[in-house]
Structure formats: C-alpha cells, structure tokens
C-alpha cells in the first residue's frame, strides 16, 4: 500500500447556514486546518444548509483512498445533533461505503483554546471600546 493510501481523512462538520457566507468560512477554517496541519485529505460537511453533506464529504475522501475518516464537530457543545444526528448519520454512511470507518470526535466544549479565545476576543473589544472613547473626545 502506497503511503499517501494510508492516510486519513479528516471531515470538519458544522451545522451550516443559510447565509452562503457562514458555510464559506467553515470552508475556510477547513483549508487553513488542513495547511497548518499538513493534513492533505481535509473536507468541510454540512448538517444542512451547505454542500457537501457528511455523506458527500466521506464519498470524496473515500474517492481519495482513506479509509479511516475521522469527523471533528465543528461545535461548540453536546447537543442533540451531536448526540443523535450525527451518529445516526456516520451509522448510514458506514453502512453504504464498505470498508470506511468513521471515528467521531467530542465537540469543541471543555478544550482549553476556548477561554484562550474569549480572553482574546475580549481584549479586542475592550480595546476598541477604549479606543473609540478616545477618539469622541
């Protein structure tokens, strides 16, 4: 088996959105995770409201040769489409691409980025509040 036959494929799957701007930064988010981490088979999936689906996703990568694809929610917490949607659907996938396995990974809630993230966020808002204080007067 040729190395690059060998790596997994990693889906990012989000809930998706109406407005088409919303879904394109999901793309976006998946591309830079892929070059970041020098991932090559990386795909953004949609719940609904964007293209492709999970099952759309699964069936490009698969056409790539991975075989294990791993889904990384791109959620914030456990809720009910995590809890039942998904593995219903990673359940349905599995079963109409023999010999692909899926491994679901946890929402994003409980990771330590998170309060990095709100901490920045926060600083940047502080600062532009401050700053347009200073500028009124």
Do not use: C, W
Request: charged share 20%.
């Amino acid at each position: 088996m040729l190395e690059n036959e060998s790596q997994p494929g990693i889906v990012i799957f989000a809930h998706g959105s109406s407005v088409e701007s919303a879904n394109e930064a999901v793309r976006l988010v998946a591309a830079e995770f892929a070059r970041q981490g020098g991932y090559a088979r990386v795909e953004p999936a949609f719940l609904e409201n964007g293209q492709p689906d999970l099952a759309g996703a699964v069936r490009l990568l698969a056409a790539q040769g991975a075989r294990e694809i791993h889904v990384l929610p791109y959620f914030l917490t456990l809720g009910i489409h995590l809890q039942r949607d998904l593995p219903g659907m990673a359940a349905g996938v599995e079963r109409d691409l023999p010999g692909v396995k899926l491994t679901l990974a946890p929402p994003l809630d409980g990771h330590p980025a998170l309060a990095a993230i709100l901490l920045d966020r926060a600083r940047q808002s502080l600062q532009s509040s401050h700053g347009a204080g200073r500028h009124a007067t």
